[in-house]
Protein backbone atom coordinates (compact mmCIF):
# COMPACT_ATOMS: atom_id res chain seq x y z
CA UNK A 1 0.00 0.00 0.00
CA UNK A 2 0.96 3.60 -1.05
CA UNK A 3 1.69 5.96 1.56
CA UNK A 4 -0.51 8.96 1.78
CA UNK A 5 0.61 12.38 1.29
CA UNK A 6 -0.89 15.83 1.93
CA UNK A 7 -0.05 18.74 0.25
CA UNK A 8 0.25 22.06 2.23
CA UNK A 9 0.57 25.52 0.79
CA UNK A 10 3.62 26.96 2.51
CA UNK A 11 3.81 29.23 5.00
CA UNK A 12 -0.07 28.90 6.27
CA UNK A 13 -1.36 30.87 3.23
CA UNK A 14 -4.43 27.82 3.23
CA UNK A 15 -5.59 29.73 6.36
CA UNK A 16 -5.46 33.24 4.32
CA UNK A 17 -7.09 31.37 1.35
CA UNK A 18 -9.67 29.49 3.75
CA UNK A 19 -10.29 32.92 4.77
CA UNK A 20 -11.09 34.62 1.81
CA UNK A 21 -13.31 31.94 0.27
CA UNK A 22 -15.17 32.56 3.50
CA UNK A 23 -15.40 35.92 3.53
CA UNK A 24 -16.57 35.99 -0.61
CA UNK A 25 -19.30 33.37 0.21
CA UNK A 26 -20.31 35.07 3.02
CA UNK A 27 -20.26 38.36 1.03
CA UNK A 28 -22.60 37.10 -1.55
CA UNK A 29 -24.85 34.67 1.05
CA UNK A 30 -25.64 37.34 3.45
CA UNK A 31 -29.35 37.16 3.75
CA UNK A 32 -30.52 40.89 3.58
CA UNK A 33 -28.21 41.99 0.56
CA UNK A 34 -26.85 38.90 -1.00
CA UNK A 35 -29.35 38.59 -3.72
CA UNK A 36 -28.43 42.24 -4.60
CA UNK A 37 -24.97 41.81 -4.62
CA UNK A 38 -25.19 38.47 -6.83
CA UNK A 39 -27.55 40.32 -8.85
CA UNK A 40 -24.79 43.42 -9.54
CA UNK A 41 -22.35 40.72 -10.23
CA UNK A 42 -23.89 39.05 -12.60
CA UNK A 43 -24.90 42.05 -14.46
CA UNK A 44 -21.47 43.13 -14.34
CA UNK A 45 -20.03 39.80 -15.72
CA UNK A 46 -22.65 39.96 -18.66
CA UNK A 47 -22.18 43.80 -19.14
CA UNK A 48 -17.94 42.58 -19.54
CA UNK A 49 -19.13 39.74 -21.67
CA UNK A 50 -20.92 42.60 -23.91
CA UNK A 51 -18.06 45.04 -23.93
CA UNK A 52 -15.63 42.25 -24.90
CA UNK A 53 -18.08 41.01 -28.23
CA UNK A 54 -18.37 44.46 -29.12
CA UNK A 55 -14.83 45.25 -29.13
CA UNK A 56 -13.73 41.58 -30.98
CA UNK A 57 -16.97 42.98 -33.50
CA UNK A 58 -15.20 46.47 -34.14
CA UNK A 59 -11.48 44.89 -34.70
CA UNK A 60 -12.86 42.67 -37.27
CA UNK A 61 -14.75 45.23 -38.87
CA UNK A 62 -11.37 47.09 -39.21
CA UNK A 63 -9.51 44.32 -40.27
CA UNK A 64 -12.14 43.78 -42.85
CA UNK A 65 -12.15 47.41 -44.21
CA UNK A 66 -8.54 47.54 -44.22
CA UNK A 67 -7.91 44.45 -46.32
CA UNK A 68 -10.32 45.65 -48.64
CA UNK A 69 -9.07 48.80 -48.95
CA UNK A 70 -5.47 47.07 -49.42
CA UNK A 71 -7.26 45.15 -52.41
CA UNK A 72 -8.46 48.20 -53.87
CA UNK A 73 -5.25 50.27 -53.75
CA UNK A 74 -3.38 47.52 -55.72
CA UNK A 75 -6.31 46.57 -58.35
CA UNK A 76 -6.90 50.38 -58.93
CA UNK A 77 -2.46 50.77 -59.47
CA UNK A 78 -3.17 47.42 -61.81
CA UNK A 79 -5.83 49.24 -64.13
CA UNK A 80 -3.93 52.16 -64.56
CA UNK A 81 -5.73 53.71 -67.66
CA UNK A 82 -6.11 57.31 -68.22
CA UNK A 83 -7.48 59.62 -65.71
CA UNK A 84 -9.43 62.59 -66.33
CA UNK A 85 -7.93 65.80 -65.74
CA UNK A 86 -10.63 66.78 -63.32
CA UNK A 87 -10.03 63.42 -61.23
CA UNK A 88 -6.38 64.14 -61.25
CA UNK A 89 -6.74 67.58 -59.86
CA UNK A 90 -8.75 66.17 -57.00
CA UNK A 91 -6.60 63.42 -56.34
CA UNK A 92 -3.96 66.14 -56.00
CA UNK A 93 -5.76 68.42 -53.74
CA UNK A 94 -6.69 65.63 -51.40
CA UNK A 95 -2.72 64.18 -51.39
CA UNK A 96 -1.91 68.19 -50.42
CA UNK A 97 -3.80 68.13 -47.62
CA UNK A 98 -2.18 65.56 -46.28
CA UNK A 99 1.52 66.78 -47.20
CA UNK A 100 1.50 70.13 -46.19
CA UNK A 101 0.18 72.65 -43.77
CA UNK A 102 -1.44 75.15 -46.19
CA UNK A 103 -3.32 73.25 -48.94
CA UNK A 104 -5.31 76.07 -49.71
CA UNK A 105 -2.15 78.02 -51.05
CA UNK A 106 -1.30 75.80 -53.68
CA UNK A 107 -3.05 75.99 -57.20
CA UNK A 108 -3.24 72.60 -59.26
CA UNK A 109 -3.40 72.73 -62.98
CA UNK A 110 -3.63 69.05 -64.45
CA UNK A 111 -3.48 68.14 -68.15
CA UNK A 112 -2.80 65.01 -69.61
CA UNK A 113 -1.43 63.65 -66.63
CA UNK A 114 0.98 66.90 -65.97
CA UNK A 115 0.19 68.46 -62.86
CA UNK A 116 2.02 72.66 -62.39
CA UNK A 117 2.19 73.08 -58.89
CA UNK A 118 2.08 77.24 -58.21
CA UNK A 119 1.86 79.35 -54.90
CA UNK A 120 3.81 80.11 -52.07
CA UNK A 121 4.16 77.38 -49.15
CA UNK A 122 7.09 76.96 -46.63
CA UNK A 123 10.42 76.37 -47.73
CA UNK A 124 10.62 73.01 -46.03
CA UNK A 125 7.47 71.57 -47.36
CA UNK A 126 8.34 71.91 -50.82
CA UNK A 127 10.08 68.46 -51.26
CA UNK A 128 7.65 66.72 -49.33
CA UNK A 129 4.34 68.38 -51.27
CA UNK A 130 6.42 67.28 -54.88
CA UNK A 131 6.81 63.93 -53.54
CA UNK A 132 3.28 63.15 -52.41
CA UNK A 133 2.25 64.76 -56.12
CA UNK A 134 4.67 62.62 -57.97
CA UNK A 135 3.35 59.32 -56.24
CA UNK A 136 -0.71 60.23 -56.76
CA UNK A 137 -2.00 57.52 -59.71
CA UNK A 138 -2.22 59.06 -62.74
CA UNK A 139 0.31 61.87 -62.29
CA UNK A 140 2.89 61.99 -65.39
CA UNK A 141 4.68 64.38 -64.48
CA UNK A 142 5.04 67.36 -61.84
CA UNK A 143 5.98 71.08 -62.92
CA UNK A 144 7.38 72.75 -59.91
CA UNK A 145 6.12 76.74 -59.61
CA UNK A 146 6.06 76.59 -56.02
CA UNK A 147 7.50 80.38 -54.54
CA UNK A 148 9.45 79.30 -51.30
CA UNK A 149 8.37 81.41 -48.28
CA UNK A 150 10.84 81.92 -45.58
CA UNK A 151 8.78 80.55 -42.46
CA UNK A 152 5.36 79.30 -42.41
CA UNK A 153 3.52 82.49 -42.06
CA UNK A 154 5.98 84.92 -43.88
CA UNK A 155 5.96 86.16 -47.14
CA UNK A 156 7.56 85.03 -49.90
CA UNK A 157 11.27 86.21 -49.57
CA UNK A 158 13.20 88.96 -51.75
CA UNK A 159 14.71 86.15 -53.73
CA UNK A 160 11.95 83.74 -54.26
CA UNK A 161 13.36 81.54 -51.99
Known sequence: MRPRTTATVPGGLGWLAA???????MYFADPDR???????????AFAGMRRAREQVRRTVEDARHRASGAVSSVAGRWRGG???????GERVRARLGLACTCPDGVDVDARNGTIVLRGSVPRDEIAQIVRAVTWTPGVRMVDD?????????????????
Open 34 to 44: GALRRGQARDQ
Open 145 to 161: QLEARADGRGTPTASGM
Open 19 to 25: FGIGTLV
Open 82 to 88: PVSDTVL
